[in-house]
């Protein structure tokens, strides 16, 4: 693709009228384009997906559906999106192909990581009919083992004290909808896009616990007002780099300092519930449907399992990316047989889906090589996510009396990832995670015995259900696979794992 030259002027509404050959724009007109819903979350995942999906829906039955995009955490959004107009340039990328366009779909944007006031003079509008959010699994304030409220996180007590001035997610949204009560009383229809299992109920938990809390007849109001509808999304989307940027100045000839990757496949499976009005998000390619949940068991089990596997195995072998583990043959052959033998056999039928096509579909995308998906970024947060993605599948195998011993290696990876951050053993790698200070001094403390390791780290009761951390099938394969993770040659213990010794 070639371009000719703007002068690298930065993307705008002035720029569309210039886009070089090959550049799609916006097929409406931006002028006229009203805000009816907001974002909170606006990072690489939202511009790929739902705001794509937006863009597609505006482009072919124009209506009022303008997103204003919030941030209430870094990075700050007035320095890139609100430069360019809200504009942005999605490239899709496969192997050696590239796809270029530019999204139009939000209109405004919001930076409330100092104060909620601007994020809540949005959210309690009644212009704003659906709010929508990318905010990643700790952004919830739950515990991950149960799904329920943490009351003990920082945020959350502090809400709790003043929650006229909140900080945490759930705060917010309890406050916007305590104003929307009492001025306009409009319903809201709020839709988590996170991977978290039944992220909708989630939602309506979260703030509906604060919501008791609160009292007033609140938590009342919104179960009559507000909708917390289900979903499961789907493409892959890797943080933008330099080099994103730069090839769109190079290549297409302006600056866009809020250009993201994604991966041609995409997916977005929505609970048939809401408040009011909603976009015909079905007209584009989205599936609504009664039960959200087999879908996201489908996803979170095979795509994100086998993610969360390989990251921290491709971490320990020495790689860089998603598809660098895909092209060692140890490491794909350890996560398919890990997704074949022990997590298909976990999953219910799923609508129009072939499980083992599922399998190969997902692990073929991994192995694109134009989406650079760090195994350090998939990395982050793991005590958030190997809940659904590892350890229910293990549960689901153990009440089977079935075995679980790849899926037992992937939770040992993740741990060995943790522990090998630790100052005992020479802080290999910077960790961010929720629970890597305590894991650090569980590996402080044990040394390097796998047995009082995983004895400390399955104690943590928040990520670990008691009927994992009182099974002594578990903790002894976890702790036989960590001894081999954090030993001389983690991957000559993973080829015994898979049957390759020697291979």
């Known amino acids: ?31 006229a384009l009203e805000a009816g819903m907001a974002h909170i979350g606006v990072g690489a995942f939202h511009r790929t997906h ?48 590239v796809e270029a366009r530019v999204i139009g779909s939000i209109v405004s944007v919001v930076d409330s990581a100092e104060s909620a006031a601007p994020a809540l003079a949005v959210l309690a509008s009644p212009e704003i009919d659906v709010v ?55 319903p809201l229809t709020l839709v988590s896009c996170d991977n978290i299992p039944a992220n909708g109920a989630i939602l309506q938990s979260v703030v509906g616990a604060l919501a008791e809390r609160r009292g007033g007849g609140l938590a009342g109001w919104i179960a009559a007002n507000a909708a917390f509808p289900g979903t499961m999304v789907d493409r892959i989307a890797p943080a933008p780099t330099e080099l994103d940027r730069r090839f769109v100045e190079e290549r297409l000839g ?19 519930r809401f408040a009011g009005r909603f976009p015909d998000y079905a007209a584009v390619g989205a599936q609504l449907v009664e039960d959200v949940e087999v879908f996201e068991h489908l996803k979170m089990r095979i795509l994100n399992g086998a993610q969360t596997a ?26 398919r047989r890990m997704l074949v033998e022990e997590s298909v056999p976990t999953l219910e ?14 692990l073929s995308r991994l192995r694109n090589t134009a989406i650079r998906h760090r195994n350090h970024q998939i990395a982050t947060d793991g005590s958030q ?28 990876g993740w741990m060995a990832y943790l522990v090998l951050a630790a100052e005992r053993f020479g802080r290999r790698w910077t960790v961010d995670d929720p629970f890597a200070t305590r894991v650090a001094a569980i590996a402080d403390t044990a040394g390097a015995d796998p047995r009082q390791l ?16 009182g099974n002594p099938r578990f903790t002894a394969a976890v702790a036989w696979h960590l001894a081999g993770f954090i030993g001389a040659d983690p991957m000559a213990h993973l080829a015994r794992v898979t049957g390759a010794a020697g291979a």
Not at 312 to 335: K, N, S
């Open 50 to 97: 739902q705001a794509e999906y937006t863009d597609d829906l505006l482009a072919q039955r124009f209506d009022r559906w303008g997103i204003v995009g919030i941030n209430i955490r870094p990075p700050l959004l007035g320095e890139t999106l609100g430069m360019q107009d809200g504009l942005y340039t999605r490239l899709l990328r496969q192997d050696d192909r």
């Open 454 to 469: 995983v004895a400390g780290i399955t104690a943590i009761d928040a990520i670990f259900a008691p009927e994992l951390a």
């Open 349 to 362: 039928p799923v609508p129009g889906i072939a499980p083992l096509a599922y399998v190969d579909e997902s």
């Open 310 to 335: 390989l990251c921290y195995q491709g971490v320990l072998a020495g790689l860089e990316h998603t598809f660098d583990d895909m092209a060692d043959p140890l490491l794909a052959r350890f996560v």
């Open 385 to 412: 996510k190997i809940v659904q993605r590892l350890l229910n599948p293990i549960r689901d195998r153990i009440r089977a009396g079935a075995s679980f011993d790849l899926l037992s290696a992937a939770v040992a």
């Open 132 to 186: 929508t959010m990318t905010v990643t699994e700790k952004g919830y304030c739950h515990i991950p083992a149960t799904g329920a409220l943490d009351p003990a996180r920082g945020e959350i007590v502090h809400d709790i004290a003043d929650p006229e001035h909140p900080v945490s997610l759930p705060g917010i949204l309890l406050r916007a909808l305590e104003m929307r009560r009492a001025t306009h009383g409009r």
């Open 254 to 272: 302006y600056r866009d300092e809020a250009v993201v990757v994604g991966e041609p496949f995409r997916q977005w499976v929505i609970e048939n």
């Open 1 to 31: 693709m070639t371009a000719p030259r703007l002068g690298a002027s930065m993307l705008g509404a002035s720029v569309l009228g210039a886009l070089p050959a090959g550049v799609a724009a916006p097929r409406y007109d931006r002028t």
